[in-house]
């Protein structure tokens, strides 16, 4: 695929960055943005309050929203704090397909006197045109054996349902990457390769084009190498553009058979 700027992640602020990236030449807009929380990324992307955090939000969703093919899709990583805000946002620019619940298992322990504990994330997903590419067989859960052995009527036979596997639901439980976790980067809200491969392998056809604008731990962009898809994106802190080249570094030495998730 032409283009320098395919399969690059550029040091500077998205805002900026994004006037890079031709319109109309990305499958896959895929967020994880600060979450307005006070986190500490290395710089102050986190500390606005609430009308310039969510006059920010508007601002880099009208700035890459154009970059998406007709039938580009995004997903977005959100807190309950501003999710309603933003999904109202987007829901006048795109359709809204669904809010899918990420269970980040966090134990039964701590937490306020005053409230529930949370422990979920919130992610939107959006579509731009009816014809949006989603690819479920990539995607399916398998039944286990017991399952399909329950199933085994003649109405059953052959079913491509029960022989790929079911349909990922909207609450999707899984760790998050707690400091002893094997995939575990130096970054405060790294999310997990499951997820983004999930997102990925759904929306983006093979050999697509994944953009990320907040890069963080670089995630996506490993993610995308993985299943065959390419990236772009941007990132502000130095420390974690080194980060990804090391992620991405270490992927390609790995051998096809070990780097590879189609």
Not at 11 to 36: F, K, T
Request: charged residues 30%; proline residues 6%.
């Amino acid at each position: 695929m032409s283009g320098d700027w395919i399969n690059r992640v550029f040091g500077e602020d998205a805002l900026q960055g994004l006037q890079r990236i031709p319109d109309g030449s990305v499958d896959l807009l895929l967020a994880d943005p600060p979450y307005g929380l006070g986190k500490d990324y290395g710089n102050d992307s986190d500390k606005l309050d609430t009308a310039a955090y969510l006059q920010w939000t508007e601002e880099w969703i009208d700035a890459a929203l154009p970059k998406l093919k007709s039938n580009g899709s995004l997903y977005i990583f959100l807190t309950w704090r501003f999710s309603p805000e933003i999904f109202v946002m987007l829901k006048q620019r795109m359709t809204m397909i669904n809010e899918i619940i990420w269970d980040r298992r966090v134990p039964s322990m701590g937490g306020g006197t005053r409230r529930f504990s949370s422990v979920h994330d919130t992610i939107g997903f959006f579509a731009r045109a009816k014809d949006y590419h989603f690819d479920l067989d990539a995607i399916r859960i398998p039944y286990d054996a017991e399952t399909k052995k329950a199933r085994s009527r003649s109405i059953f036979v052959g079913a491509k349902w029960l022989e790929l596997g079911y349909n990922p639901k909207d609450v999707w439980s899984v760790s998050r990457l707690h400091r002893e976790h094997r995939e575990r980067a130096d970054h405060p809200t790294q999310k997990p390769l499951e997820i983004v491969e999930r997102m990925i392998k759904a929306s983006c056809p093979p050999g697509g084009v994944v953009l990320d604008p907040f890069m963080g731990s670089g995630t996506t962009a490993v993610a995308a190498r993985r299943c065959g898809r390419n990236f772009v994106g941007f990132e502000l802190n130095p420390e974690y553009c080194a980060l990804i080249e090391r992620r991405l570094a270490q992927l390609d030495a790995k051998k096809p058979d070990e780097r590879v998730r189609a």
